[in-house]
């Protein structure tokens, strides 16, 4: 239920934002946009479905946005604005252009950098380093997995990591052995068993951000 509502946040902006596009692009005479040149505001109204589906792709977290969102999120925008011209060819006083279609290309590349921009401006909002503990044993299969995540995101999130071996304490043992590894953010468990790094990330910036908020 939870990565439901999840993938439901991120991604209903998208589809209402789209849906409006596809309305204005229905009427024969735009008010608004008749008011101001074309080369202002394809870019502009590009640029925020563009920043809509890099935030939809990037899961809403405060890493930075990998170069594969980056193309995936051009990509998607570009194929929207193609098909949202063929869908200008069937309304009345309404056409197709090249030229609308590069516009909006040029918005959704504008959109990278100003992404770009607010992901640093959220990460100074991070404060001191988040204490994050792995808990593993000696003979266990995922946990070097498990730790090579964690010094992934170490790299782009303050975090201040610690490893425990569960076998050191009896009451640990009987606790976390049979989910190891276990990731906590302090004192909340966010992984066991075996490591998913997304599931990962997304538990660790949404509590990066609890606790510094």
Known sequence: MNRVLHFTRLWLPVLAYGTLVFYLSSLPVVPVAGRLP???THPAEYLV?????VRALHGG??????RGTCLGAIALTVAYAISDEIHQLHVPRRTASLKDVLSDTLGAVLALGVAEVFQRIRSRRLGLPV?????????????????AILRRIAREVPLQL?????????TLSSRYGAQVPVILVGDTKISKLIPDEETIRRGLTRRVFRSTG
């Open 61 to 66: 977290g405060v890493t930075p946005i990998r």
């Open 131 to 147: 204490s994050v503990t792995l808990y593993t044993r000696a003979e266990c299969r995922h946990c070097h997995q498990a730790r």
């Open 49 to 53: 479905l563009t920043l809509l589906v």
């Open 38 to 40: 074309d080369y202002l």
């Open 162 to 170: 610690s490893e425990v071996d569960v076998d050191s304490d009896p």
